[in-house]
Every structure is written in C-alpha cells, then in structure tokens.
C-alpha cells in the first residue's frame, strides 16, 4: 500500500514569491494534516481537513497561507507571498479515525522542505 | 503551541545500552503517542498509550505513562546505531482529532 505522497520534497524561492505543496494521502483516509516544522522542533498543526471539510484551521496564518481539499482526497497547501520566516519543512499526514472519537495513528509523507532567500 | 516537552533535549549513548527518555504534557489526554523521524524524512508511529494504561510494551520499546505527573517515558533497550533519530511524543487531547508535538529528543547512538 502506497504511503503519504508529498511533493515537492524541496523547493527554493525568493521572498515574496508565490510556492505550493500538494499532499496525497493514504487510500480510505478521511483525515487530513498539514503540520509546519522549523529547524530543531516539533511539527505544528496548520490545518486539519476531515474529508473535504477543513475542521481546524486556528493555526493557519490566513493573510498568506490558503489550503484546499478537493473531493476529500489530495490536498494543497499554498504560501502567497512567502516570506523568510517561512522557511521550514511542510508535512502532511493522514489518519483513518473509523468514527471513532479519539485520535490514532497519523502517517506521515515525506515532507516539502522550503527556503525562503 | 507545543504540548509536550521532552528531555533530554539531545543522548548520545553506546550501541548495546539503553535510552530513556521523558516526556512531559500539560493537559489532560486521551492517549500519548511516539513518533521517530530519521534525518530529513517523515515521522513514523512507534507506539500508542491510552490514558487508562500505565505501560505498553513493542519490541524494544517500552513507554510508561503516569497521568498523575502528567509525563510519560520511552525506553528503548539494547539501543543500535539504526536507532540515531529524533523521537517526538504527541498527545492527544479532548475530542479533536489532532495531536499536538512536543519539541523531541535527539538520540545518537554511537557504534
């Protein structure tokens, strides 16, 4: 079974450039992550899509930052203009919570690894 | 913001030994979770702890969960080079389905 698929795993820009990570998840996955991770630290969530529905987006900077789930399955997450401090590892996970309330395992893709000059 | 804190921040140990290390939340979980992730790749899952357990065992893995001192702790045994990664714990709270990440631990195990 094919994991998380991420691309692109890099990508360099200049500031106030425009760049976008598309996400495909695991088959069957309702739940959708996207976690932004800096340099020495631990993934923060960005957003959390349950089907094509984002449920949690409090931590999404939205004067820049813009996200979409379409037809609940692949994903994009979109920077525009990016700026320095966005420069880090963006990593979409899925999980497959099958009703229930709590909260399973997450796979992870590989992520998209940003720098912003 | 980050729920977890784990410590040490770095390890670095000889192959054979074991490492331990801790994890310490804020809230209270429904379950705590582990995660490794080697160098410039993705986290994987290493083991689930629900909130009414006290210890859960995997192979070499062992966690240990005490919700009174809200902390949690990772041992791994007989520790291998393949071992050198960073292990995150994450914790599931309430009933969103998401987990929050403490800042991790970076593990070298030296041959």
């Known amino acids: 079974e094919a994991g998380v698929v991420q691309s692109p795993r890099y990508k360099i820009i200049e500031k106030k450039q425009p760049v976008a990570f598309w996400c495909n998840p695991i088959?069957?996955?309702?739940?959708l992550y996207w976690y932004r991770q800096n340099l020495g630290q631990g993934p923060e969530l960005l957003i959390r899509?349950?089907?094509?529905?984002?449920?949690?987006d409090s931590q999404l900077p939205k004067d820049r930052f813009s996200a979409e789930r379409l037809k609940g399955v692949d994903s994009t997450l979109k920077i525009q203009p990016a700026e320095l401090g966005d420069s880090a590892v963006y990593l979409c996970a899925s999980s497959s919570n099958m009703g229930r309330s709590n909260t399973g395992e997450l796979f992870f893709g590989e992520g998209s690894r940003l720098t912003v000059l | 913001s980050q729920q977890g804190e784990e410590d040490p921040q770095a390890l670095s140990i000889q192959e054979g030994e074991n490492a331990t290390m801790n994890c310490s939340y804020k809230?209270?979980?429904?379950?705590l979770q582990w995660y490794r992730q080697n160098s410039g790749r993705g986290l994987v899952h290493l083991i689930l702890i629900r909130s009414n357990e006290r210890e859960k065992h995997s192979g070499r893995l062992r966690v240990t969960l005490d919700t009174s001192k809200k902390s949690s702790s990772l041992l791994i045994t007989a520790s291998r080079a393949a071992d050198t990664a960073s292990y995150f714990c994450?914790?599931?709270?309430?009933?969103?389905?998401?987990?929050?990440f403490g800042s991790g631990t970076q593990l070298t195990v030296l041959p």
């Open positions: 809230t209270s979980i429904n379950n």
């Open positions: 994450a914790t599931a709270s309430g009933s969103a389905r998401q987990l929050t």
């Open positions: 088959s069957g996955h309702n739940t």
């Open positions: 899509y349950e089907n094509e529905e984002a449920v949690d």
